[in-house]
């Protein structure tokens, strides 16, 4: 495996979801390959940062002004058995 | 025929505004890059979700509902908008947090751990509103919302293998943008 074969299966690697002879030889080519290894580490790193990032908080003006158009939204009565739609 | 004790009642008002409102903003927020376009799409979405969620006699689809119907009008907001811009700058994505943290009585000196972690998620920010669109989508889907690889699929009308190919790009680019702060962000 070349490391452009690597690179190429990370987001497979990293997901778990290689084949276990294919994810045998990316843990074969890390082993022997710092560069990669870093590569990983980095590409880790970056899914993580993504999954911590926190729910934007919405600006108090909009809070205000969903507050007033959402009180004066009166659901209506549903159909019996509707669906929502996209 | 369902009953209406069947039906998932309409939430209150103060839980549209407090659990579901932050979720569709920070989508919209971090799928346009752009504060004012997030605020009408989180508008137009919330009002759906007031209209409709009385409709639902089960809470399991409605988070791939809202977020279908967030992505949806997130994409529509942009074609609309492509027509009339090309490009704008990141605004600042953390004022609001700043408005919140300065209430009254609240530390006026936060530790430095805190100001880490805001520069942390300032440099994050920035980094996904500089990515191409077409992978910003698949990012903040795949890795911000966690959503399925499937879900994303269907949401962005793409097959699998066009979202995994399109998320490792984005993903290598988020990475190169975020390398030179890496030792910062795992302090």
Known sequence: MTCGELSDSLCDFVGGELPPERHLCCQQHLDGCPPCVAL??????TVRLGHELPVLPVPAHLV??????????????????????A | ??????????????????????????????????????EDVTQEVLLQVVRKLPTFRG?????????????????????????????????????????RRASPGASPAPPERLVLAHER??????????????????????????????????????GVPAVKSRL???RLMMRDALAPHFEEMTR
Not at chain 1, 40 to 45: A, F, S, T
Not at chain 2, 17 to 37: F, I, K, T, W
Not at chain 2, 121 to 130: D, F, G, M, V, Y
């Open chain 1, 40 to 45: 990983l580490e980095g590409y880790r790193l």
């Open chain 1, 64 to 85: 205000a002004r969903l507050r007033v158009l959402l009180t004066a939204q009166s659901p209506p009565a549903p159909e019996p058995g509707a669906q929502p739609t």
């Open chain 2, 1 to 38: 025929m369902a009953t209406t004790e069947e039906r998932t009642p309409a939430p209150p008002l103060e839980e549209v505004l407090q659990e579901y409102a932050p979720r569709v903003y920070s989508l919209a927020r971090r799928m346009l890059g752009n504060e004012a376009d997030a």
């Open chain 2, 59 to 99: 809470e399991a689809a409605f988070p791939t509902w809202l977020h279908r119907v967030a992505v949806n009008a997130a994409l529509a907001f942009r074609r609309k908008r492509a027509a009339r811009e090309q490009h704008r700058a990141p605004e600042g994505l953390l004022d609001r947090q700043e408005e």
């Open chain 2, 121 to 158: 998620q300032r440099l994050i920010e920035e980094a996904i509103a500089s990515l191409p669109e077409i992978y910003r989508d698949v990012y903040v889907l795949a890795d911000i919302e966690q959503l399925p690889n499937a879900e994303i699929a269907s949401l962005l009308e793409l």
């Open chain 2, 168 to 170: 490792h790009r984005a």
